[in-house]
């Protein structure tokens, strides 16, 4: 079936440097993306989002990158800091009028000081 | 502040003995989703509710039931847990009436023993 998965399974980062986290999406039809940010022990803190007509969508030291050519999703973390490591899920939705949505695996980032 | 709340954070089980999770919510939300999500996979949909409408997932097991007695508040019910039914368990709630943002709880940590 459709699905949404990450290239990296494990991002380790200086602190200071910019991190890009990647996600490949299948469904076309998805026309809503999320990032969202799990620390251990937590449940999904929402980051940014970014709806499909939109190819560039910025937040607080977070960009958010939609490429639905080639379907690719991207989170710029610009000036990591250690509190940022943790992993970080993109999700799609799949279905209109409400949020359903499908997440990706999920990628660990490690920001050392 | 308005926010998901998810009773207890910890729970601990014996094998078979059935356990309820609640989740409530002060953000007034239609729509109230369960997630199970084990040690390093994604969030894992097993069913939601659209106002007293209930959704089930296609391989969400029988052994997992959910109740919802008014809007602030969602159950889920396991009858007969497993050892592969620990894990921790996500409320979350959205609008229907975008955006479509998903707001988390905590979770709660699931042990079967």
């Known amino acids: 079936g459709e699905s949404v998965g990450l290239h990296l399974p494990t991002l380790s980062v200086q602190e200071g440097d910019n991190s890009i986290i990647n996600c490949a999406y299948s469904n076309s039809a998805s026309d809503y993306f999320i990032w969202y940010k799990q620390e251990s022990g937590k449940g999904p803190q929402f980051i940014i989002d970014?709806?499909?007509?939109?190819d560039k969508r910025q937040g607080q030291r977070v960009t958010v990158l939609l490429n639905k050519t080639v379907k690719h999703l991207s989170l710029q973390i610009a000036a990591t800091q250690p509190g940022d490591s943790a992993v970080y899920f993109c999700?799609?939705?799949?279905?209109?009028?409400?949020?359903?949505?499908?997440f990706g695996k999920g990628t660990m980032l490690l920001v050392s000081p | 502040d308005a926010m998901v709340i998810q009773n207890p954070r910890y729970q601990v089980t014996q094998f078979g003995k059935p356990v309820t999770l609640s989740c409530s919510q002060t953000?007034?939300?239609?729509?109230m989703y369960w997630y199970q999500q084990k040690s390093s996979q994604a969030p894992k949909l097993l069913f939601h509710?659209?106002?007293?409408?209930?959704?089930n997932e296609a391989d969400t097991p029988d052994n997992f039931q959910s109740r919802r007695p008014n809007t602030s508040f969602c159950f889920l019910d396991i009858r007969s847990p497993g050892l592969g039914d620990a894990a921790m368990y996500l409320c979350?709630?959205?609008?229907?009436?975008?955006?479509?943002?998903?707001?988390f709880g905590p979770g709660t940590r699931l042990t079967v023993t």
């Open positions: 953000l007034n939300h239609n729509v």
């Open positions: 979350a709630t959205s609008s229907d009436r975008g955006p479509y943002e998903q707001y």
């Open positions: 509710y659209y106002d007293k409408d209930f959704n």
């Open positions: 970014i709806r499909s007509n939109m």
């Open positions: 999700a799609e939705e799949v279905n209109s009028g409400y949020s359903t949505l499908t």
